[in-house]
């Protein structure tokens, strides 16, 4: 069985050496403008040079982060990036966008690539897709259980990493639009601004009444007492999350990972009080989601982190000694020469320039003690073998120590040196910039069929409806050439199988295609018509055009994207354009999460699948529970509609969800009209943008 992989969180130099100097196998840093931790200390070309050559010298890997979203104007600095990683010689880049994977394909074909947790793989045919791009490892989604997580290992083909230790977000990574919408700091783009954290309060509370109650806020995640059952299910890495954490915390938890992958004890206190929000939880492995999941930061908690802290840093004063080494030291009349080498081919060899002296009795017990005494460096002795020529000859202990030093200061120098990955020249295309139709397509999409006004089937009406595929039974004959079939954005449990037998069952029925939201669609719906949703987060002509070569005949624009930067999305297919799309009303889905915050105040057994949760300024946000997720929506509607040729678009998605058929039939006779929104609503982000 492999030994699975420590992989460490690094968010500044003094967290780079807390994390090897505590043992870590791996360690992940963010390249500076593209890692979903803008507020950590990132690297840049110079300094990523330099934490390989640390790490690689010690025999640590370095997983570069550039999981973000990304826009047209940043491809050519994107670009720049991933050369600077190849140089580096980095042993992983992380992608999140599709632009970042393709960039990184042709510039440096042999640089591995891992699929981000963003990237919202929670299902074996999202693992499978990713092996299909050409990714080696696949970051799973942190609401998983550990049977789901054994499932997907076991049949996906390539390695899977799983988080064992730290944070976790409310949403579903990747799917989570809350901060940008919110604050304009996008968490697709490393800007969270954490409003999870923040008061959500799912009591029934009056109106005008502010939430108190943090019900968004979870627990920290640990399950480092399970590394043992991890690593029998082939999980190749266990993640620590943390990079905006200190290095006391890295270190701290890279220690307790050691001890729980070799099923020594380790102190699960200590643990909390460096860094808890009152308590951990482990509720997705163990495949139990309720109310105890849920906790917040107390003034206790961080008085336990102050006390704490101090005595932590001896886990990282000393460097741990890692790497073995095998020593052949000869000696002869003339002097002496000791040859250092790893088991990976590197040697190092120094001479002496002491005089050796006969010697009345053997020596070699001494010079063997002398040279294993490799404490302080990445060192640990292996087998030495002393070598005497027309001895015995004697050498003072302080010679045989400078040989060492020098030996191995040698051999750090040689495995420090960069190997830098080939790279190739690419070609970026240029930006071209499409001007918007004098008026967009209307495309229509309802939570459910009973809720599309009959306005909504008439001539005039919108070009294409959009329903969960949920809903296809209900859809009448005659409508279905104008229908496509929305695919569930999260696919937990058996609802993959669910939704690969209701593919399977409707492609014969006349529907005009589905809908992707998740890169599962992509492999479920190989061959059939194919449409993008907002669950693909496209924000960049590249990642556009990888979409339209991997079958899509149309993409929705992720609603972050402001609309300079939406006109550069213009992919094509065989030479053809390809649609695009722009969500022009709707409540923003903020947040997709397995977690239930409704769960706070009742249980399943007492809920009608819907709530509210109240905010700190009283604004109510609705809850929807179905297929096994939860919903949580922005009380204020988007409206473009009256905006007609703002956004170079081809269609238009008018997006239901909470309204009733009343209330969508007043709505979209104003989409269809061009006119003002009779309420309060937002533009969004097309006009400001995301930090």
């Known amino acids: 069985m492999a030994q699975i992989e420590i992989l460490a969180p690094v968010g500044s130099e003094e967290m780079l050496r807390a994390a090897v100097y505590s043992g870590a196998d791996a360690v992940y840093l963010g390249f500076a403008?593209?890692?979903?931790?803008?507020?950590?200390?990132?690297?840049?070309?110079?300094?990523?040079?330099?934490?390989?050559?640390?790490?690689?010298?010690?025999?640590?890997?370095?997983?570069?982060?550039?999981n973000t979203t990304v826009y047209a104007g940043e491809l050519e600095a994107l670009a720049g990036a991933v050369r600077a990683v190849a140089a580096s010689g980095a042993d992983a880049v992380i992608c999140q966008d599709l632009a970042v994977a393709r960039l990184c394909r042709e510039i440096a074909p042999q640089l591995p690539r891992h699929a981000s947790t963003q990237m919202s793989v929670h299902t074996l045919e999202g693992a499978l897709e990713m092996a299909r791009l050409g990714f080696t490892r696949v970051i799973l989604a942190r609401e998983l259980s550990l049977e789901e997580i054994r499932q997907i290992t076991a049949h996906c083909g390539i390695e899977t990493e799983c988080f064992v230790h730290g944070a976790l977000c409310m949403s579903m990574s990747g799917q989570c639009y809350m901060s940008a919408f919110l604050g304009g700091r996008s968490g697709n783009r490393g800007s969270?601004?954490?409003?999870?954290?923040?008061?959500f309060d799912a009591s029934p509370l009056p109106e005008g009444r502010p939430g108190t109650a943090c019900h968004l806020s979870l627990k920290d995640n640990s399950v480092i007492d399970r590394l043992d059952q991890l690593q029998a299910a082939g999980v190749a890495s266990a993640k620590i999350e943390g990079r905006l954490r200190t290095p006391e915390y890295v270190a701290a938890a890279v220690n307790a990972c050691l001890a729980g992958r070799e099923g020594r004890a380790y102190d699960r206190a200590l643990l909390q009080d460096v860094f808890s929000r009152s308590g951990f939880t482990s509720g997705y492995l163990d495949g139990k989601i309720d109310g105890t999941m849920?906790?917040?930061?107390?003034e206790a908690d961080a008085?336990?982190?102050r006390r704490a802290l101090p005595a932590l840093r001896e886990l990282y004063r000393r460097e741990r000694s890692r790497v073995p080494v095998d020593f052949r030291l000869e000696v002869e009349a003339g002097g002496e020469k000791l040859t250092a080498a790893d088991r990976e081919g590197n040697r190092a060899i120094v001479y002496g320039d002491t005089q050796p002296q006969p010697a009345r009795t053997d020596p070699a017990e001494g010079l063997r003690r002398s040279l294993a005494k490799t404490g302080g460096t990445p060192f640990a002795a292996g087998s030495i073998e002393i070598r005497m020529e027309d001895g015995p000859w004697y050498l003072p202990g302080s010679a045989v120590?400078?040989?060492?030093?020098?030996?191995?200061?040698?051999?750090?120098?040689?495995?420090?040196?960069?190997?830098?990955?080939?790279?190739?020249?690419?070609?970026?295309?240029?930006?071209?910039?499409?001007?918007?139709?004098?008026?967009?397509?209307?495309?229509?999409?309802?939570?459910?069929?009973?809720?599309?006004?009959?306005?909504?089937?008439?001539?005039?009406?919108?070009?294409?409806?959009?329903?969960?595929?949920?809903?296809?039974d209900q859809v009448p004959g005659e409508w279905r050439s104008r229908t496509i079939l929305e695919l569930p954005r999260a696919m937990f449990g058996a609802l993959e199988q669910d939704t690969l037998r209701r593919v399977q069952q409707a492609a014969g029925q006349g529907f005009a295609g589905f809908e992707a939201n998740n890169i599962a669609h992509l492999g479920i719906c190989r061959g059939l018509p194919l449409t993008g949703g907002i669950g693909l987060n496209l924000t960049n002509p590249l990642a556009a055009q990888a979409y339209a070569d991997l079958g899509l005949e149309a993409m929705l624009v992720l609603p972050e994207v402001r609309d300079s930067e939406i006109a550069c999305i213009a992919p094509l297919r065989q030479g053809v354009p390809v649609p695009t799309g722009a969500l022009i009303y709707g409540h923003m889905?903020?947040?997709?999460?397995?977690?239930?915050?409704?769960?706070?105040v009742r249980d399943c057994a007492h809920c009608d699948r819907q709530g509210v949760l109240t905010d700190r300024k009283a604004r109510k946000f609705p809850v929807r529970c179905t297929g096994g997720v939860r919903t949580i929506y922005n009380p204020v509607p988007l409206y473009m509609a009256d905006k007609t040729g703002a956004l170079a678009v081809d269609y238009g998605v008018a997006y239901f969800t909470l309204e009733s058929r009343e209330e969508a039939v007043r709505v979209l006779a104003r989409v269809v009209r061009g006119e003002p929104f009779d309420g309060e609503f937002t533009r969004g982000l097309y006009y400001k943008g995301t930090a």
């Not at 040989?403 to 990955?421: F, M, N, Q, Y």
């Not at 020249?425 to 918007?436: F, G, K, T």
């Open 294 to 298: 849920f906790g917040t930061r107390s």
């Open 192 to 199: 969270c601004a954490g409003p999870c954290r923040l008061p």
């Open 303 to 305: 008085r336990q982190t």
């Open 401 to 472: 120590n400078e040989l060492r030093r020098e030996a191995l200061d040698a051999l750090l120098e040689k495995r420090s040196a960069v190997r830098p990955w080939p790279v190739q020249p690419v070609q970026m295309p240029a930006l071209v910039r499409r001007s918007a139709p004098a008026r967009p397509q209307l495309w229509a999409r309802f939570e459910e069929w009973a809720q599309v006004p009959p306005e909504a089937l008439a001539q005039d009406g919108p070009v294409r409806l959009i329903l969960p595929i949920a809903q296809a």
């Open 589 to 600: 889905p903020l947040m997709l999460t397995r977690a239930c915050p409704l769960q706070n």
């Open 33 to 66: 403008g593209f890692n979903a931790r803008s507020g950590a200390g990132n690297f840049d070309a110079a300094s990523l040079c330099e934490a390989v050559r640390f790490c690689h010298g010690r025999g640590v890997r370095v997983h570069v982060a550039m």
